[in-house]
């Protein structure tokens, strides 16, 4: 499956952004979702987890209560609905998938995409 991230830009402190993250390929296989990120030095890091019937969800502490995932499978998209971004939100973010894994261990999902950049300046 091929994993194609979309939505990201410039932004102001706590202002709003939704990342897009559109499968394409083999979606006939149940995936398992995450979002990644990524700061300048700094290592890959979990955002959020969905499964793939969408009932079950998963946040990094630091996002959660601001951030939402979701997903549409008739639209094979998820998404992540990014509010009151602060400037430590400031990275690459990545949208990831796995047809057997879910989880916040990076190593464990096998498809990812090319990452969309979020600026969110002070």
């Known amino acids: 499956v091929q994993l194609q991230a979309s939505g990201g830009g410039s932004v102001q402190a706590g202002g709003s952004l939704r990342l897009s993250c559109a499968a394409s390929?083999?979606?006939?296989?149940?995936?398992?979702m995450g979002w990644f990120r990524q700061a300048p030095g700094e290592d890959r890091e979990f955002v959020a987890a969905?499964?793939?019937?969408?009932?079950?969800?998963d946040y990094a502490d630091s996002v959660k209560g601001r951030f939402t995932i979701s997903r549409d499978n008739a639209k094979n998209t998820v998404y992540l609905q990014m509010d009151s971004l602060k400037s430590e939100d400031t990275a690459v973010y990545y949208c990831?998938?796995?047809?057997?894994?879910?989880?916040?261990?990076?190593?464990?999902?096998?498809?990812w995409g090319q990452g969309t950049l979020v600026t969110v300046s002070s």
């Open positions: 969905i499964s793939w019937s969408g009932g079950k969800t």
């Open positions: 390929g083999r979606t006939s296989t149940r995936y398992y």
């Open positions: 990831a998938a796995d047809p057997v894994h879910s989880g916040r261990n990076r190593q464990q999902y096998y498809y």
